[in-house]
T-cell receptor, first 118, second 114 residues
Framework: DGGITQSPKYLFRKEGQNVTLSCEQNLNHDAMYWYRQDPGQGLRLIYYSQIVNDFQKGDIAEGYSVSREKKESFPLTVTSAQKNPTAFYLC?????????????????FGPGTRLTVL | AQKVTQAQTEISVVEKEDVTLDCVYETRDTTYYLFWYKQPPSGELVFLIRRNSFDEQNEISGRYSWNFQKSTSSFNFTITASQVVDSAVYFCALSEAGDDKIIFGKGTRLHILP
């Protein structure tokens, strides 16, 4: 089945530790995104990538880092510099049509990772 | 600047009632795209509909319908004969042509009571 997988589903981390969230897609999508969801806040964009080896900061990139070494994979690292890392993290992907930008198309989401900092 | 407002934070209706979720957007572009997503308790967002700014036709898909009105910058979502399985958080979203990001509203939590 084609889709997006995120692992782990639940993650606990001690304050001061870096942690990496996995996101893999087998939809052959060009673009991938990371969002953070807090209660009552909707989804906020952390980073996105439209092509391998390239990515851009979203609205709340501070304290996070990403890489895009393969089309299928877009891991997110939550660093110790992120002040309030406890949240629900969602990964998404979309195709990019000829002459169009990724945001023109619908995004497909993974099941999310709930990160709790102890 | 882009903005999406979902004024209804939480709605509760009894099963089989109709319910409308409101979405008001702001954009300076003439070409843009609007989306609705459903987030069930499992957490994964599910795409429901995409509409471009040049297509104001209302759309119906089973019990779901969408009313797009550029004059009021609204893209409202109606569920007819609601069911318990419709309970979820629903997000409205907007992207402007020439941009590579989607802006989400804060969502409306819908409770369908049996």
């Amino acid at each position: 089945d084609g889709g997006i997988t995120q692992s782990p589903k639940y993650l606990f981390r001690k304050e001061g530790q870096n942690v990496t969230l996995s996101c893999e897609q087998n939809l052959n999508h060009d673009a991938m995104y990371w969002y953070r969801q807090d209660p009552g806040q909707g989804l906020r964009l952390i980073y996105y990538s439209q092509i391998v080896n390239d990515f851009q900061k979203g609205d709340i990139a501070e304290g996070y880092s990403v890489s895009r070494e393969k089309k299928e994979s877009f891991p997110l690292t939550v660093t110790s510099a992120q002040k309030n890392p406890t949240a629900f993290y969602l990964c998404a992907s979309s195709i990019i049509g000829t002459g169009r930008l990724a945001a023109d198309n619908e995004q497909f989401f993974g099941p999310g990772t709930r990160l709790t900092v102890l | 600047a882009q903005k999406v407002t979902q004024a209804q934070t939480e709605i509760s209706v009894v099963e089989k009632e109709d319910v409308t979720l409101d979405c008001v957007y702001e954009t300076r572009d003439t070409t843009y795209y609007l989306f609705w997503y459903k987030q069930p308790p499992s957490g994964e967002l599910v795409f429901l509909i995409r509409r471009n700014s040049f297509d104001e036709q209302n759309e119906i898909s089973g019990r779901y319908s969408w009313n797009f009105q550029k004059s009021t910058s609204s893209f409202n979502f109606t569920i007819t004969a609601s069911q318990v399985v419709d309970s979820a958080v629903y997000f409205c979203a907007l992207s402007e042509a020439g941009d590579d990001k989607i802006i989400f509203g804060k969502g409306t939590r819908l409770h369908i009571l049996p």
